[in-house]
């Protein structure tokens, strides 16, 4: 069974920019949430989705945005991008997000804001 | 604030060593609590999930116990080896959100 897939692996952007992040989940897991990981902070939840819809949320500005298809895939989106915001950003899956489901991680996603 | 605090911040061992990893979170009314160990530039590996009514899990080696009540939660390593080096992470869980300690690095020396 293949594991949580994130692309792409490594990105470099500009102050200013946006961009997308994608996450495709273990076949079946229907929760999709994304976590962010700097050497400072940790990790920390961004937001949590089931069936499209956003459960959860964390305590980033509105910059940071996810929507989750039909497919369970999802994407996170961070508008006008600051240097604060290069960390490595994990997705992970679950059947349901409950009590019994336990969270598989992808690899993440290296942002780096220049 | 929910916040979690683990014990202690880096561990360094010779092979065959028994160890305790230590996690204690501040609320207690937690859904279940999950371990995991990352590798330098790699994402989350999940070792043992203990749900809120259990007190322990045990996974070939590696033995987890909970006390919700006092807050606090020990990993048990049997037996360490090289390839259990690594970052290890304690994370209770509240609706949906798991809240992550600093980590314990732990080497373990051949």
């Known amino acids: 069974k293949a594991g949580v897939t994130q692309t792409p692996r490594y990105l470099i952007k500009t102050r200013g920019q946006q961009v997308t992040l994608s996450c495709s989940p273990i076949?079946?897991?229907?929760?999709v949430s994304w976590y962010q990981q700097t050497p400072g902070q940790g990790l920390q939840f961004l937001f949590e989705?089931?069936?499209?819809?956003?459960?959860n949320k964390g305590n980033f500005p509105g910059r940071f945005s996810g929507r989750q298809f039909s497919n369970s895939r999802s994407e996170m989106n961070v508008s006008t991008l600051e240097l604060g915001d290069s960390a490595l950003y994990l997705c992970?899956?679950?059947?349901?997000?409950?009590?019994?489901?336990?969270?598989?991680f992808g690899n993440g996603t290296r942002l780096t804001v220049t | 604030k929910q916040e979690v605090t683990q014990i202690p911040a880096a561990l360094s061992v010779p092979e065959g060593e028994n160890l305790v990893l230590n996690c204690s979170f501040t609320d207690s009314a937690i859904y279940n609590l999950q371990w995991f160990r990352q590798d330098p530039g790699k994402g989350l590996t999940s070792l043992l999930l203990i749900q809120s009514s259990q007190r322990e899990q045990t996974s070939g080696r590696l033995n987890a116990s909970l006390d919700k009540s006092s807050g606090r939660s020990t990993l048990y390593i049997a037996a360490s080896q090289p390839g259990d080096s690594a970052t290890y992470l304690c994370a209770p869980e509240y609706g949906n959100k798991l809240v992550f300690g600093a980590g314990t690095i732990l080497r373990v020396k051949s």
């Open positions: 989705y089931f069936s499209e819809t956003q459960r």
């Open positions: 992970a899956s679950s059947l349901t997000g409950g009590q019994n489901s336990p969270l598989h």
């Open positions: 076949s079946g897991h229907r929760s």
